[in-house]
């Protein structure tokens, strides 16, 4: 499992009494703060060298102009994945409109050249209709030609539910809300592609935590694990393999779970293999854009691998389904060389993060042309990463294999955030949005379990 900024303690170590919780969280959160604050000179002369350098680089190089301009507008300010598209929109000479949620009026993407103007907006699940009506008005003020979302997997389905009354002023790049739910259903996703002969592994509904104590494992040729339909930012890192060494403990961890009717979670069989993520973007079920990458649970590295079986498989999904919008999968591929497609998340994916120089991206978005192949990462990309986490990840190196591994990242691979171009989102990010969501979390001492500089948030038990 990958590293992340998480405590200076073990999670696992963490007094239970309300007093303690308070008293390590703030010890974390100033460590943090203070980390972040000797950084930051050290960032503000790169961005600073960055921006000087940019004073005459339009002298000598004109800005690209679209044939046919378009305004688009872009959800998910605070994460990485929007700001790569809001470049690849506007280095193809687009207007781009940056959203976000009110909490996070702070987001340091919105300081990108490639941003025309920023609004927030509310919250979708806690005021759905506030949320559209406040849609509707920046598509009719700023004249928005496509809506592009970039959402949180809380929110793509409401982004669904925005379709019939934006669809009236704008293209809305998603889908639908019945697609959405299917495809954010990691029990119906699976049915669906075995409809359709695709490889899948075996699947159970969950609604009570006793059909998992009264299944008969015994008669399984693997293990497996429980995961929450709805997404969970901190239970989804649970792997904890079923059955236990013994009964009484498979019981004990499944009635730990919050399995209700409300809340149902899928028991999947868990095949041995490789992990691989990847991004699709589609339309009228035409494969456009795909990439792939190895993957793991907490992911934050990006370098594009080549998997024939996986294209074939997502290019089989999407054109059975007739789909438009963007669709990400995580793969398992066994030993036997067979891909199983194990989730599938309606959203976009970091791994957008690969196409950073690739001039093609907004086109595979918005031509309506169907185009030779699907645009893929261009041999000259390098592996994303982000640099934050790739400088905790050396506080656990034990060996000198562990730090070749960990140079060799950074001296391969370029930082998904920073663009010597377009510098200020990679101080912003850094140096504004994370320590004012850690000062607003110090504020009310409510403890957090990791910071992810790709989506730009607090990861916190309850969160978004």
């Known amino acids: 499992m990958t590293q992340s900024i998480s405590s200076f303690l073990p999670q696992s170590t963490t007094p239970s009494t309300g007093v303690s919780v308070k008293v390590v969280s703030l010890f974390k959160t100033l460590g943090i703060l203070t980390l972040l604050l000797i950084a930051l000179p050290f960032n503000a002369f790169i961005v600073l060298i960055s921006l000087l350098w940019g004073i005459v680089e339009p002298f000598r190089k004109k800005a690209f102009v679209a044939t046919h301009p378009q305004t688009i507008l872009v959800s998910g300010a605070k994460m990485t994945k929007a700001l790569q598209l809001a470049r690849s929109f506007h280095a193809a000479g687009h207007r781009v409109i940056l959203i976000e949620g009110h909490k996070y009026w702070l987001s340091g993407h919105r300081f990108s ?71 954010d259903d990691k029990f119906a996703f699976t049915d ?151 989730e599938c998340n309606p959203r976009t994916h970091s791994a957008i993060t690969m196409f950073y120089n690739h001039s093609g991206v907004a086109d595979a978005y918005l031509g309506k042309t169907p185009l030779p192949a699907p645009l ?17 990840r050396l506080t656990g190196i034990r060996s000198w294999k562990q730090l070749q591994t960990s140079i060799n990242t ?30 607003k979390n110090l504020q009310q001492l409510k403890g957090w379990v990791k910071i992810d500089f790709n989506i730009g948030k607090l990861v916190e038990l309850g969160g978004d």
Request: charged share 20%; proline share 7%; with cysteine.
């Open 410 to 439: 950074l001296v391969r691979g370029t930082d998904a955030v920073y663009y010597f171009a377009d510098p200020l989102p990679f101080l912003t990010l850094h140096h504004w949005q994370i320590p004012l969501l850690l000062l």
């Open 113 to 183: 050249k490639a941003v025309s103007r920023f609004y927030t907006v509310p919250t979708p699940e806690k005021d759905p209709e506030g949320y559209i009506q406040a849609l509707v008005e920046i598509v009719k003020k700023e004249k928005v030609d496509v809506y592009v979302p970039v959402c949180s997997p809380v929110a793509s389905y409401y982004d669904s539910l925005t379709k019939p009354a934006l669809s009236e002023y704008c293209e809305v790049f998603h889908f639908d809300a019945d697609v959405t739910k299917m495809l």
């Open 376 to 392: 893929e990462p261009l041999t000259s990309s390098k592996p994303t990463y982000f640099i934050y986490h790739e400088i905790w």
């Open 192 to 342: 669906q592609a075995r409809s359709l002969g695709l490889s899948v592994p075996k699947s159970f509904k969950i609604t009570d935590p006793q059909q998992v104590i009264n299944f008969d494992f015994s008669q399984e040729t693997r293990k497996y694990i429980l995961k929450s339909i709805s997404y969970d930012s901190v239970r989804r890192l649970n792997l904890t393999k079923l059955p236990c060494d013994t009964p009484e403990e498979t019981a004990a961890f499944v009635n730990s779970l919050p399995i209700s009717p409300e809340k149902p979670w899928i028991m999947q069989e868990f095949i041995p293999g490789k992990e691989l993520c990847t991004h699709s973007t589609v339309r009228d079920g035409e494969l456009r854009l795909h990439c792939c990458s190895n993957s793991s649970a907490f992911q934050i590295n990006y370098e594009n691998v080549e998997n024939p079986q996986i294209r074939e498989w997502v290019q089989h999904f999407v054109k059975s389904l007739g789909l438009t919008g963007q669709v990400s999968f995580d793969f398992i591929q066994a030993e036997d060389a067979t891909v199983y497609a194990i």
